[in-house]
């Protein structure tokens, strides 16, 4: 598994913290309750819950324990999806979410986001290679759907990967319809950006 360690940094999680949920999500399929007794004492597991990563089902019969019953919650769930997402930000993630709202928030029903991971991790790439900053690179999308509102899936406006089966994201940049988009309308999107962002 990948771990995005700068990303832990900045949100200010230890690894011990990504090792223990790991654990505990795959206590749901698999009984790890020893291995969690011996790593996490009852402070920890009241720690994990507080925060909002961890949960109890309910228990089956008397000898079950917190151990037996610990399971992720969806925060902590969205934390370890996150975190396995190569060279995204925290900036990067906030940008996903404010993209899918701005995809959606559209009359064409049929818009769908497509895989969410490798969005995310798209616009970390592309944000990086091209060196926008992040109200630069919401702007460029803004604009891209503006000139462009019947795409339908918006991982494809960064990358098609069932047209490019062998090819990666960074190594085919110049295949993204946005980055085409940006770099054949440099100036119009310069102009764009001079309209939005009064820094």
Same mark, same amino acid.
């Given at each position: 598994?990948? %771990?995005?360690?700068?990303?832990?940094?900045?949100?200010?999680?230890?690894?011990?913290? %990504?090792?223990?949920?790991?654990?505990?999500?795959?206590?749901?399929?698999?009984?790890?309750?020893?291995?969690?007794?011996?790593?996490?004492? $009852?402070?920890?597991?009241?720690?994990?819950?507080?925060?909002?990563?961890?949960?109890?089902?309910?228990?089956?019969?008397?000898?079950?324990?917190?151990?037996?019953?610990?399971?992720? $919650?969806?925060?902590?769930?969205?934390?370890?999806?996150?975190?396995? %997402?190569?060279?995204? $930000?925290?900036?990067?993630?906030?940008?996903?979410?404010?993209?899918?709202?701005? &995809?959606?928030?559209?009359?064409? $029903?049929?818009?769908?986001?497509?895989?969410?991971?490798?969005?995310?991790?798209?616009?970390?790439?592309?944000?990086?290679?091209?060196?926008?900053?992040?109200?630069?690179? &919401?702007?460029?999308?803004? &604009?891209?759907?503006?000139?462009?509102?019947?795409?339908?899936?918006?991982?494809?406006?960064?990358?098609?990967?069932?047209?490019?089966?062998?090819?990666?994201?960074?190594?085919?940049?110049?295949?993204?319809?946005?980055?085409?988009?940006?770099?054949?309308?440099?100036?119009?999107?310069?102009?764009?950006?001079?309209?939005?962002?009064?820094?």
């Amino acid at each position: 598994m990948y %771990i995005n360690f700068k990303l832990l940094r900045e949100k200010g999680i230890e690894i011990k913290t %990504i090792t223990d949920l790991i654990a505990v999500k795959q206590n749901k399929t698999e009984d790890l309750s020893e291995y969690l007794s011996q790593e996490l004492n $009852t402070g920890d597991l009241k720690a994990l819950e507080e925060l909002g990563y961890i949960t109890y089902r309910k228990a089956k019969n008397k000898s079950e324990n917190a151990y037996n019953l610990a399971r992720t $919650t969806d925060k902590a769930n969205k934390l370890l999806e996150d975190v396995s %997402i190569p060279e995204v $930000t925290q900036g990067d993630l906030q940008m996903l979410d404010y993209l899918i709202q701005m &995809y959606l928030n559209n009359e064409d $029903t049929e818009r769908s986001i497509g895989n969410k991971k490798k969005v995310a991790k798209y616009i970390a790439i592309m944000r990086n290679s091209i060196g926008l900053t992040l109200h630069q690179f &919401y702007y460029l999308c803004e &604009y891209f759907l503006a000139e462009y509102p019947f795409t339908k899936v918006l991982e494809y406006i960064f990358f098609n990967s069932n047209k490019n089966r062998y090819g990666k994201f960074e190594n085919n940049l110049e295949d993204s319809p946005l980055y085409q988009f940006y770099d054949t309308k440099k100036k119009e999107v310069e102009w764009y950006w001079a309209q939005k962002i009064k820094e």
